[in-house]
């Protein structure tokens, strides 16, 4: 079962943070069809600063293996750096669809096809080939606690806890359900996320009373881009062993439904991101889960095809918008181009 909840969570995390990426534009009013592409675009940045920075001999996870500080903290530094990049492609889309007042959905749509068209052609250039890795070690070396900082010895003398959240598990996923508590507190309780969500409802009205909408829009845009980019390196690193090919699988429409099934709030989303992230798991690992721990794969045993339990996330999420989408309720102004001039 802790192996069960742990590979949960890698699936979960990404789901999350990148589903309250496509909240906070969308509450601003920009409809952010382009996750996938920027989670492609963070991906790819994250893994090749990390292979830039290891072959410059400035940091390699066998060097500083015993350094608990630098490894976390090198891990932190790659999160940051996706995060800024996936905010500085973003940047694209709120252009677009801010100043321009093009097409929401075909920006998006546009920018979803032009991040695996760069990541490929650099990617050819850097490394030759079509993935690009770290330059030393694999992602196993950042596993968060080897064994336990809390003074009880090894992570298994903690029982349930110790195995599930500190066996082989990665700082970054933690560190992104913090990012996901404190922006969401930040945006239901502070003036900011207030006049954020008031774009996205009525601009004409929040503009009425001095609240500069463009301003407003870009920050939602910006924020949701670095929350993106931050998502997909997480992505590449605990379930892509740190590799980027321009791929995340399809992780970024699975956030845009999340966050639909979530109807735009926090904690919904948070569910949801649990239940797709489970199915996630079972279509992953279902040939390695020994849920009762008695050494049987029930999973493989009954017979079912390979290929029912890899389709079981994207058939899920299509039940499930079937089902709730008539209940979901959307920004008013998600989409609509802002016109100063318009009452």
Partial sequence: MSTLIQQTLLYMVPLMIVALAGVFAERSGVINLALEGIMIFGAFTGV???NLVQQAGWFTPAKESGNWVALQG???LAMLFAGIMGMLFSLLLAFAAINLKADQTIGGTALNMLAPAIVLFIVRIVANQNVIAMADGDAASWFMLKKSMFGYGRNEDMGFFGMTFLNKTYIATYVCILIYIILSIILYTTKFGLRLRSCGENPQAADSLGINVYKMRYSGVMISGFLA???????ALTAANCTANGDVAGFGFLALAVMIFGNWKPLNIAGGAFIFGLFKCIAACYSTLDINGDGKYWLVDIGISVHVYRMLPYIITLLV????????RAPKAEGIPYDKGQR
Avoid at 229 to 235: D, E, I, N, S
């Fill in 74 to 76: 090198f891990e932190i």
């Fill in 48 to 50: 090749l600063f990390v």
């Fill in 229 to 235: 980019g931050m998502g997909g390196f997480v992505f």
């Fill in 321 to 328: 918008l079937v089902f709730t989408s008539k209940q979901s």
